[in-house]
């Protein structure tokens, strides 16, 4: 059964500083990974999606790596802002294999707060 | 696009009533899927459908859950009847496979049962 483990749980930082938050999962054989992010009350909004054949992807200030074989994923935020405080999730997607190949497993989040 | 639309944004019930979420797809994806968020338990996925055939409904807790996707524009999650413990987040979700697979999730339905 696949279990994703995110990171600290909670982090809290000064406005303008670069943080890495990290997400674990103890099945390699994934389609995918997504982080999204959600705000207090709101529902997931997509960040960043990696391909289990990809290394990493970048959107803005936000770069997302995977390394499959350690089953581990970071998610990059450089220059943090306020605006950035929210929960950070990361889910991932089994590869086919004749089950439930679309059931995303999510970790727990990652609630970060960014100081002003 | 509007994104997956759901409503309503809020539900509250008494204990015993029947509640009926639903559920706005984005427009060609070929998935849907209902998912329910708990402090306790975080997000669960509870039933998917492909082409509007469910797929794989073994989160529905109960027999009192079930859900529908009549066309491939609209899906309903329905309680009968409902319980306390019922109060959560529920969430849908889209995808399309041949796009990466990437989930757009709806703004959710907050349940309480009172």
């Known amino acids: 059964k696949q279990e994703v483990t995110q990171i600290p749980a909670a982090l809290s930082v000064p406005e303008g500083e670069n943080l890495v938050l990290n997400c674990s999962f103890t099945d390699s054989a994934i389609y995918n990974l997504q982080w999204f992010r959600q705000d207090p009350g709101k529902g997931l909004t997509s960040l960043l999606l990696i391909q289990s054949s990809q290394r990493e992807q970048t959107s803005g200030r936000l770069n997302a790596s995977l390394d499959k074989s350690s089953g581990r994923s970071t998610l990059y935020i450089a220059a943090s802002q306020p605006g950035d405080s929210a929960t950070y999730l990361c889910?991932?997607?089994?590869?086919?294999?004749?089950?439930?190949?679309?059931?995303?497993?999510f970790g727990k989040g990652t609630l970060l707060t960014v100081n002003p | 696009d509007a994104g997956v639309i759901q409503s309503p944004r809020h539900e509250v019930t008494e204990m015993g009533q029947e509640v009926t979420l639903r559920c706005k797809p984005i427009?060609?994806?070929?998935?849907l899927f209902w998912y329910r968020q708990t402090m306790m338990r975080g997000l669960e996925l509870l039933i998917y459908?492909?082409?509007?055939?469910?797929?794989?409904d073994s989160g529905m807790p109960e027999d009192r859950f079930s859900a529908k996707m009549p066309n491939a524009s609209f899906s309903t999650l329905k309680i009968q009847p409902s319980e306390p413990r019922d109060s959560a987040v529920y969430f849908c979700?889209?995808?399309?496979?041949?796009?990466?697979?990437?989930?757009?999730f709806g703004s959710g339905t907050r349940l309480t049962v009172v």
């Open positions: 889910a991932v997607r089994p590869r086919p294999s004749g089950g439930s190949n679309y059931k995303l497993t």
């Open positions: 979700a889209s995808s399309l496979q041949g796009k990466g697979g990437g989930y757009t």
């Open positions: 427009s060609g994806h070929d998935y």
């Open positions: 459908f492909n082409n509007n055939v469910p797929i794989d």
